[in-house]
């Protein structure tokens, strides 16, 4: 296991698979009375289980997978007090000789990772590739999560969106039903619970298919891969790349990661007037600078409007 930390995630990153096992977001605590008890987003081991994969899948040759088993020169990386960013390296060589390096990019106050795979081809003959993403996630019933302000369960599972689509909720037990294959060139795929929500974030103008999947034992998988193969010539080097956000549904966050992501912050039945509220909300606060100032503020507002 490699820990990372940065001043927003700790995160635990088996060799085997290199994908992300374990997530804590540092900003954020279980419960007010113990700060020290970081809230943890994604676990492998339990009941509740929810990971971050990836892949490759290359042709006429032994490729990585989100089962292979990499090498790591540190068993813990942090970032910096005078670093903006942290890699951290997975290497892999294949039988045949090409070396493989899947190298994660922490940045400094965000919940975005940049993951690309370099891939070194000493051999006589050119490399063909595709990259897959996906989710692993463990079912969840609705009934265990209430939310008062929606007055309906608070929803865990997928979600996905693009242009043509826009957002679109995948619940567990659609992809229990039927397998999603869907081709597009934008968009995001989500995993998503109450105030948090992990995304693989898909670059504009590539061709994509979004894919699920679920096995025995209620686990469900939720993802993407490449149409567009990445060629790369002898004696050359070259590189697969993509990003995933894991963290909370902080507005502005979301708006600024991908287009559409904001819209995981899920009013209900009230969208039509909560989110209006919250925008302006959230214009009072940035002026007075405290979010109980701005809620009576707010109120009084309200009450105004309605006299």
Excluded: C
Aim: aromatic share 14%; glycine share 6%; hydrophobic share 35%.
């Amino acid at each position: 296991t490699v820990l990372v930390e940065t001043d927003t995630l700790k995160i635990e990153i088996d060799t085997y698979g290199a994908g992300i096992n374990k997530v804590w977001l540092k900003k954020y605590s279980v419960d007010i009375d113990h700060p020290e008890d970081l809230f943890q987003l994604m676990n492998d081991e339990g009941q509740d289980i929810y990971m971050a994969q990836s892949g490759l899948l290359v042709q006429g040759r032994k490729f990585p997978t989100h089962k292979t088993l990499y090498t790591s020169s540190s068993k813990s990386y942090k970032l910096a007090e005078n670093k903006d960013a942290l890699n951290v390296e997975f290497v892999w060589n294949s039988p045949d000789g090409i070396t493989y390096k899947k190298i994660y990019t922490f940045n400094r106050d965000s919940y975005i990772v940049d993951l690309k795979y370099k891939v070194l081809n000493p051999t006589t003959t050119a490399w063909i590739g595709y990259q897959y993403n996906q989710f692993k996630h463990s079912e969840v019933v609705a009934q265990n999560s209430f939310n008062p302000a929606t007055m309906v369960p608070s929803y865990t599972g997928g979600a996905i969106y693009n242009n043509e689509e826009k957002y679109r909720k995948i619940s567990f037990s659609d992809m229990r039903d039927e397998k999603v294959s869907i081709l597009t060139t934008n968009g995001w795929i989500g995993m998503l619970q109450h105030y948090f929500v992990g995304s693989w974030l898909l670059d504009e103008n590539k061709k994509y298919e979004i894919f699920s999947n679920s096995t025995a034992g209620n686990i469900f998988f939720l993802g993407y891969k490449t149409l567009e193969p990445v060629t790369i010539q002898p004696g050359q080097t070259g590189q697969l790349s993509t990003r995933l956000f894991i963290g909370p549904k902080e507005t502005k966050r979301l708006e600024k990661a991908a287009p559409g992501l904001e819209l995981t912050v899920d009013y209900g039945w009230l969208t039509a007037i909560s989110s209006p509220l919250y925008w302006l909300l959230d214009k009072i606060h940035s002026l007075v600078g405290n979010w109980g100032w701005a809620i009576i503020i707010l109120t009084i507002l309200i009450k105004l409007v309605f006299y």
